[in-house]
């Protein structure tokens, strides 16, 4: 410190001289060694050793706690605005109901896929893909139970913007398709590229449902266009369906190329939940 300060100004010499303080915070008398730069102290001391490392700690359990305030709004904001519908918002892993001795398989891919995941080092990661035949087997329960697990576990930078999205693939298909019909000048309504836009990049896609739209030409593009560019940034996608892998309708609907793709990108697993229906299970009719 010394040596860098002559370094820069020669004629100043410094030496250091023990100084007797008075604490402003706990008023105690403290000596400290101060500075002297040619003869004058470099700087007045205002708190005892003690009062000052008693300051330090309580400023980064401050810091910190701000950061555990604006990660909880961020993480609350990304859970209402990815696109998740409401009623999901609150299901978890914890309430899933696994009391079907067949759904335990399926809740223990889905629970390790979101344990290892990590929404700050998505590439790379294995896709998921959720399969059951029949509906209200809990397939949109395991999704949301992802999401927030992975959200709860999440510790980054909350000014990261949503980096997760949430779709059913009919309303995706009917959203894109609607923006074929807006005509030049119309800025209310939202444009193929903008709905693109929001699903490209984000760590993980989620496409709830896939199945229930009619299978066209549109739909292989779509779903190639969405799919491809999942490939090309090696980033995961979550899809959940009532198609089967190998069937003719899956194909039909999504294009063999792209359920190709989806094959290697889940590494050949099909997730199947099988068993009896929630409805069913808890007696509802
Ligand atoms: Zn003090």
Request: proline fraction near 4%; aromatic fraction near 8%.
């Amino acid at each position: 410190m010394g040596g860098d300060l002559e370094k820069l100004n020669p004629e100043s010499k410094t030496t250091k001289k023990l100084e007797e303080f008075t604490c402003e915070s706990c008023g105690e008398k403290y000596q400290k060694e101060i500075p002297l730069v040619g003869g004058k102290p470099l700087w007045i001391s205002r708190e005892c050793h003690a009062c000052a490392e008693k300051r330090e700690k309580e400023e980064i359990a401050a810091a910190e706690l701000a950061l555990q305030e604006a990660r909880d709004k961020t993480r609350n904001n990304w859970r209402h605005f990815c696109g998740m519908p409401d009623e999901l918002l609150l299901k978890t892993f914890d309430n899933y109901d696994r009391t079907e001795k067949s759904i335990k398989s399926a809740y223990r891919a889905a629970s390790e896929w979101a344990k290892a995941f990590s929404l700050d080092t998505p590439r790379g990661y294995p896709s998921l893909l959720l399969y059951s035949e029949g509906p209200g087997v809990g397939k949109g329960h395991l999704m949301a139970a992802i999401v927030n697990s992975i959200l709860n576990k999440w510790a980054g930078d909350p000014k990261k913007k949503c980096p997760l999205r949430f779709e059913s693939g009919p309303s995706l298909v009917k959203r894109i398709k609607g923006t074929y019909n807006l005509r030049k000048g119309d800025d209310i309504h939202e444009r193929e590229d903008e709905v693109y836009k929001a699903l490209s990049g984000v760590a993980l896609l989620l496409l709830d449902d896939i199945g229930k739209e009619k299978a066209s030409d549109f739909t292989r593009e779509t779903y190639w266009f969405i799919i491809d560019e999942r490939v090309k940034s090696s980033l995961p996608v979550i899809i959940s369906t009532r198609l089967e892998f190998d069937s003719k309708e899956l194909e039909n609907l999504m294009g063999e190329d792209t359920v190709d793709r989806i094959y290697g990108m889940v590494r050949g697993i099909q997730v199947n939940i099988k068993g009896a229906s929630y409805r069913r299970w808890k007696g509802i009719p």
